[in-house]
């Protein structure tokens, strides 16, 4: 199969939302290097530079900075993904923001930001790009979800309320788009070395007046295996759901947390 730029490849062609950085680059990358024709898309421009390292390495990555929390920018993404590649196969919706702060301190601002991104992005994202693999009767879509969807966390609880509707809307969809052979599961990561990540254990070290290794290690032991994931493990549970190998794997949620939430 040839794209409109003239490269072949047969591998599936994947929409991942949320690529300029952390889990989102890391599943672009791993599927790109195994084949996959990958669209990244990403409200930074760094998207860019995730796209170029990917076909320098000689893999395939198309990219557009893109908000998902915009209905015209979504529109225009996925018409993009469909002209360069002729349809999307698999979409990921990975972009998300975190929100560490007590409730009476969270504004209705932080509120609607939170639920608009998480919920509201994945939202818009499959309303655009369902319709195409319905037509073409195959699909996966993987929505990116959180141990916060499971376990109460002090100070998460709007963002923890956005990852439990992930999980929700997730179960629904699949039963929804069920007939047309379309997929729908969702990954709950415990904790992943990722910008996001790192930048709400300094929230939490600042507002705690307790350094940033001491708060890590806390939430390093939240894992059985006293550590944070990297981003690419959390990749490797996106590249099964999405593929043939996960066929009978629908309206799941799959809890990749090193064990947090059997505890
Ligand atoms: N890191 C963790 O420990 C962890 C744990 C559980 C779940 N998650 C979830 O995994 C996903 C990825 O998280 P990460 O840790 O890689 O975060 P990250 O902050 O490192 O990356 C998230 C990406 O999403 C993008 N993004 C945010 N808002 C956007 C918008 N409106 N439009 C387009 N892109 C937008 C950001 O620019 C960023 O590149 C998120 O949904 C997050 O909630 C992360």
């Given amino acids: 199969m040839t794209d409109s730029q003239g490269k072949t490849s047969a591998g599936p062609v994947a929409l991942v939302t949320g690529a300029a950085r952390g889990i989102g680059a890391a599943t672009c990358r791993l599927f790109a290097a195994r084949g996959a024709r990958v669209f ?65 301190e969270t504004s209705w601002d932080d509120y609607r930001k939170v639920v608009d991104v998480n919920v509201g992005g994945a939202f818009l994202l499959c ?9 073409r009767r195959r699909g996966a879509v993987v929505n990116m979800a959180s141990v916060s969807g499971h376990v109460g966390q002090t100070d998460h609880a709007v963002y923890g309320a956005t990852k439990g509707a992930v999980l929700a809307m997730t179960r629904a969809l699949a039963w929804e788009v069920a007939p047309f052979g379309i997929r729908v599961n969702s990954i709950s990561p415990g904790s992943v070395d990722t910008p996001m990540l790192r930048g709400d254990v300094g ?56 064990g947090w939430v059997a505890k």
């Fill in 203 to 258: 929230i939490e070290s600042a507002r705690t007046g307790r350094s940033f290794d001491e708060v890590k290690a806390e939430r390093e032991a939240e894992q059985a295996f006293d550590r944070w994931a990297d981003p690419t493990e959390i990749a490797e549970v996106v590249w099964f759901l999405a593929s043939d190998a996960a066929s009978f794997v629908t309206g799941t949620d799959v809890l990749a947390d090193c």
């Fill in 40 to 104: 990244a898309l990403d409200r930074l421009d760094e998207v860019g530079e995730v796209a170029a390292g990917i076909e320098s390495g000689g893999g395939t990555c198309a990219w557009r900075t893109c908000d998902v929390t915009s209905e015209p920018d979504v529109v225009a993404s996925v018409s993009a993904a469909n002209d360069r590649f002729g349809h999307v196969d698999v979409l990921v919706n990975n972009a998300g923001v975190v929100l560490v702060k007590p409730l009476e």
């Fill in 127 to 135: 309303k655009h790009v369902i319709p195409r693999m319905k037509e």
